[in-house]
């Protein structure tokens, strides 16, 4: 873990004011996150440190286009490189937090609506990657055993419908859009965070991850009504089948270690049992 003073330093520069707290934040795989707390006025900002640059580039790069647009997400404020650590980002932080309400009203909505919105971005330039397709060579590899045997029971499906990842427009795909990546505030979605695996793409890959997030967390209902939701502020997106089967393998081998962040967005009742079996229902549902 890297020492306050350092976090601060990179935060007080990038943001011009004086640091007086630092806090690390939970939830983080792939990087280290930290908010720091700046003398008043200023408020706070959040410091993100990534050990691959490359999730880097692709943070300030969605930040970039996301200036000036419809999509409420952090601002970019600065960036640098940690000696020995990676790659930091620093940000505003966007107010409120992510809650799970399936059932309350307008909270599917807001979800489709903060994606089709996303989806609607003016691609700009040439800093973010484009989604290679079908164009995966892993695939033709075969499952990797440590995913288990679900992921061998996906992989013929998988296979024979790969070319539909390249079908559809391309557009401002998220990559990790989930409501763990939500704020929300006053009943409306005040942020979209967490922009590191953005890219060029297919709708339907954005459509299909929140769908299996869905369906794991509040169940098959609920994942529905915002698939139809998306459709309805979007269209339907292309090859979102196979786009869902390339997003259960994200949870493999077990979606049970998925638990502490579930329980933190604030989802009730799950058990490891719970996602076991609606992960393998949803994979034997597009077989």
Known sequence: MLDDATIAGAAGEAAGARVVGVRQLGGGISNLTYAVRLAP???????????????????????????????????????????????YVVTTRVP????????????????????????????RGRSLPDDPGAAREWIDEGPP???GDLARTLWPSLERRREELGAGPVVLVHGDFHPGNVHWARGRVSGVIDWELARFGP?????????????????????????AAYAEAAGDPAGFEVWLLLAALRPL???????????????????????????TALVRSIR
């Open 253 to 279: 081998p077990d979606p049970a270690r998925w638990l502490p962040s579930y329980a933190g967005a604030g989802y009730t009742g799950l058990t490891a049992r719970v996602l076991r079996r609606r992960l």
């Open 96 to 123: 409120g937090r992510p809650v799970a309400r399936p059932d309350e009203a307008g909270w599917i909505g807001g979800l489709a609506s903060a994606l089709a919105a996303i989806h609607r971005v003016e691609r």
């Open 145 to 147: 055993p440590e995913l």
């Open 41 to 87: 006025p200023a408020g706070q900002v959040v410091v993100r440190v990534f050990a691959e640059p490359d999730r880097a580039r692709s943070e300030r790069a969605a930040l970039g286009l996301l200036e000036g647009s419809h999509v409420p997400a952090p601002r970019l404020l600065g960036h640098g490189r940690l000696p020995g650590a990676g790659s």
């Open 203 to 227: 709708a339907g890959a954005d459509v299909a991850y929140c769908y299996m997030d869905l369906r794991l967390a509040a169940g098959k209902e609920w994942a529905e009504r915002f698939r």
